[in-house]
């Protein structure tokens, strides 16, 4: 098994989940209304995530960028996505939220997504140095 650490994976993964976190963030603003009422959500809520979700984009990408990737930063990203799964559980299974069964699906494959970079980047922050 090689273990060595490659710090291009990890500019790919990181690079990867900002990508998906811009793209996220941009189809919250192309289908804010529609996607407010699949999801339930305020039209306010909705703002707040993508800004959550441009911010997280633009910060990735600029750490990305800066050269060598910081451990702590790797582990930042690995709590964050962490924090964002946690978090969807917890919408799923509280009785706070009435989600359809179709936003509950959409809510769990996200979670599924932003858990497997977790995983991945966890991997990667083992390895460095």
Not at 25 to 40: T, Y
Not at 46 to 69: D, K, P, S
Not at 81 to 99: E, H, M
Not at 102 to 121: E, L, N, P, R, Y
Request: with cysteine; proline share 3%.
């Amino acid at each position: 098994m090689n273990t060595t650490y490659n710090p291009f994976n990890l500019h790919h993964i990181l690079n990867a989940n900002a990508m998906f976190s811009f793209t996220s963030g941009l189809f919250f603003v192309l289908a804010r209304n529609p996607l407010g009422e699949f999801l339930g959500a305020s039209p306010t809520v909705m703002t707040i995530l993508v800004v959550v979700m441009f911010f997280y984009a633009a910060l990735i990408a600029f750490n990305t960028q800066r050269g060598e990737i910081k451990r702590g930063f790797t582990l930042f990203t690995v709590l964050s996505d962490s924090a964002w799964v946690l978090a969807s559980i917890l919408f799923l299974v509280l009785p706070i939220f009435n989600f359809t069964a179709d936003a509950k699906w959409a809510i769990g494959i996200t979670a599924i997504c932003v858990d497997i970079f977790a995983t991945i980047q966890f991997l990667e922050w083992r390895k460095q140095s």
